[in-house]
């Protein structure tokens, strides 16, 4: 079993930045495909960025595409989520889900979720 814990989150002004960790703990051996999702209040969960097992490849939502960042530091079992330029359409609960797997924009798809932290951008 892994688990995953988010972290980072908080009240931001528009234009400001905050950076969201995902740390892991359990069975971390192996390398995780990790994805950003978010999930604002009466929307569907949607995927934000998602990084492969050896972090050469990364994948981005075009609502996102230049303004985020994902990362990763394999020897501390962590996952980095940079937001620069946040706006207030970018406020939600963002969540990190992690998998044995190719890399997926589909939440569905990872086998290992956290619980989510709150990111809300004011204007």
């Known amino acids: 079993q892994v688990q995953l814990v988010e972290s980072g989150g908080g009240l931001v002004q528009a234009g400001g930045s905050l950076s969201l960790s995902c740390s892991a703990s359990g069975r971390t051996t192996g390398t995780y495909a990790v994805g950003w999702f978010r999930q604002a209040p009466g929307k569907e969960r949607e995927f934000v960025a998602a990084i492969g097992g050896s972090g050469a490849r990364t994948y981005y939502a075009d609502s996102v595409k230049g303004r985020f960042t994902i990362s990763r530091d394999s020897a501390k079992n962590a996952v980095y989520l940079q937001m620069n330029s946040l706006k207030p359409e970018d406020s939600a609960v963002y969540f990190c889900?992690?998998?044995?797997?190719?890399?997926?924009?589909?939440?569905?798809?990872?086998?290992?979720r956290g619980q989510g932290t709150q990111v809300t951008v004011s204007s």
């Open positions: 889900a992690a998998g044995r797997m190719a890399v997926s924009i589909r939440y569905e798809g990872y086998e290992y």
